[in-house]
């Protein structure tokens, strides 16, 4: 038995409709203890129904903030612009531990409040392994966005699916032009789903991981028609592309799929765009003669929202059974005061207007 109360909130932006605890696994915590709530949602891919057949309590959506002060919230994506004081312990991918714009203010709120960020993304073993994942989605839907837009199939605004009706549109029809694609971090999460994606779309892919890019082949890359990046870099590396290579005569690239987004980090190894892109308008044009399409799109699992959340939530509730001091979540709170140190904040810091 437990005495853990977790609140599963409902997630402000408006394209995200995963869930990082569905039904199933909602049910296997209430059995075991777990005091569990989860916010109404219209966008959540489960219906609040299947929630509260299962034992979960019912709450409007946002009613977080008014939560008890022992509750754990439990979400995904970011958090709404306030409060400006964070007192939870909250679980959520903060990206906000490696410089990202937006992270200095996302820490001061929870030093202002004296709640800690457990960040889903540093959930790891005592190797730094992650534990809980989307990385196979990301990395799927990364690659097969990238073949829509190789194929000219890409429409917008795009819309979930099924990985079933995703796979037949995947599949070559007469007509399509073969094409050249690499995947680099291939032996990762993400790479692993952007092979799987390739295959499916009948793409044999060139797939480089670590010993590929020590020393960058630049003119090998650049030979390709698509490039899937899927590399989660912990350390400052050489760039895979510069604005440089955009304008080399010899580029044969044509659409760069970025299913990292470290976009604003100074550790993103794709430092040529400012600024993610959207459902609503998926594809931008980097460079109009020879063309360059770039993709990169910071949710992409949510485009499979059932599968992506069946998956993340089965890594994810045995860890939320073992919630303690201890273990990967106290890594998780020791990863939060050395991000918190790194931006110079200590607790009870306001935040700046």
Known sequence: MTDLHL??????????????????????????????????????????????????????????????????????KELPDGPDRLAHRHIFFGHAYKRQPGAAGLLRRFAAGGGTLLDLEYLVDDTGRRLAAFGYWAGYLGAALAVLQQRGRLGAPLTPTSKEELDARLRPVAGDADFTALVIGALGRSGRGARAALQAAGVEPTCWDLDETRNLDRPALLAHDVLVNCVLATTPVPPFVREADLDDPARRLRTLSDVTCDVGSPLNVLPVYDRTTEWDDPVRRLRKEPPLDLIAIDNLPSLLPRESSEDFSGSLRPLLLDFGAGGPWGRAVDRFHQASREHGIAEGELPHD
């Open 7 to 76: 609140w599963l909130r409902h997630e402000v932006r408006p394209t995200e409709r995963r869930t990082p605890i569905v039904p199933s696994d909602a049910r296997r915590l209430v059995e075991s203890g777990v005091t569990l709530t989860v916010e109404e949602s219209p966008q959540r891919i489960f219906p609040i129904e299947e929630y509260e057949a299962v034992g979960a309590r019912v709450a409007p959506a946002g009613s977080w903030v008014s939560a008890p002060p022992q509750a754990v919230i439990l979400g995904l």
